[in-house]
């Protein structure tokens, strides 16, 4: 059993979008057979009086869910995301996120997961959609931040961010998260799994989580993008939160059918502490 390392995952479930019954088996074996410490999703329906679809996935696996609606669509039925986790989940909440008037709403599922060498804050979120609202992105990534700043201190395990943020690598709204840019305030700095590890290699593609060789992608006729993200705030002065490998997962389809219109996105991160080399 690994306990240096914490095993992540990011996937928007695309809702119940397609044939949701065969994609359901599809995306509970694919992620289990990642053998992930933790899972972020997005695009998870609630449903009255039923199990939301993160309980569904769930199903069987003895994962522990935590399920956070961000749109009320109507009916008691709600758009959000969740956390699965193999460990305890502790702190669960909701996080606020401002969003553009007459626009559906975002928020971030936020648990600290008390695995070894933990616990470590997780926050899951699913920024708005439309190409042309970058400045509604902006607006949402300095909100996460904000919470990642009062609810994980630099003196304690790295926090990580996974989530569809619905924007291109060199998107001012990434760039903020890497350091790149302050949008106008004070900066801050996380790590892109992909861009640190798997992306340094020049044979390793671009890493397209939303790509239009999946059909449900490209129905909507967009370009093929890098969208999906799992960030963390590292390497520390321990050493603790350095991505040490990251992959697409969940790309390929079984009898026609694919588990999402998106990839999934699972990295490896540090989590123990660790001496640092020798000169």
Known sequence: ?????????TLNIWNRQGPWPERLGLIRDGLAALDADVIGLQEVLGFPGLPSQADEIAAGTGWRVHHVPAWHIGGGLTFGNAILS???????????L?????????????ARVDAPHGPFPVFVTHLTFQH???????????????????????DGPPPILLGDFNADPDADEMRFLRGLTPLG???VYFADAWLATTGQDPA????WTYDRRNPYALRSREPSRRIDYVYVRGPDRH??????????ALDQPRDGVWPSDHFAVVADLQVAVRPHDPY
Do not use: I
Not at 1 to 9: E, G, Q
Not at 86 to 96: E, F, K, N, Q, Y
Not at 204 to 207: L, N, R
């Open 86 to 96: 193999r460990h305890p989940l502790r702190d669960a909440g909701s996080l606020p």
């Open 185 to 187: 305030g004070e900066s």
């Open 98 to 110: 401002p969003s553009p008037p007459d626009h559906d709403t975002r928020t971030v599922a936020f």
């Open 204 to 207: 390793a593609g671009p890493g």
């Open 239 to 248: 050493l603790r939160g350095e991505p040490l490998a990251a992959r697409v």
């Open 132 to 154: 042309h609202l970058s400045s509604a992105r902006c607006a949402q990534v300095r909100a996460l931040t904000d919470h990642v700043k009062r609810l994980a201190p630099v």
């Open 1 to 9: 059993m690994r306990t240096d390392l914490l095993r992540v995952v």
